[in-house]
């Protein structure tokens, strides 16, 4: 009877162990989705300063 018992023990354990991993696993996700989020947004707003002082640039080369 001490076999069973021991086996389902540690099956439970397992699955507690597998839940935190899953648990940190879907934070870490989570943040690296934020990242990527924040990263797009900046490479937007550079873009478009990009955009902005090649136009003023252009029009500074067609007055001269």
Not at 33 to 38: A, F, I, K, P
């Amino acid at each position: 009877m001490f076999w069973p018992m021991f086996a389902v023990a540690v099956g439970f354990v397992g699955l507690a162990v597998l839940a935190v991993f899953a648990v940190r696993v879907f934070v870490e996700a989570r943040r690296l989705g934020r990242q990527v989020t924040e990263s797009a947004r900046r490479i937007s707003r550079a873009a478009e300063e990009l955009e902005r002082a090649s136009v003023s640039a252009a029009g500074a080369v067609d007055a001269l």
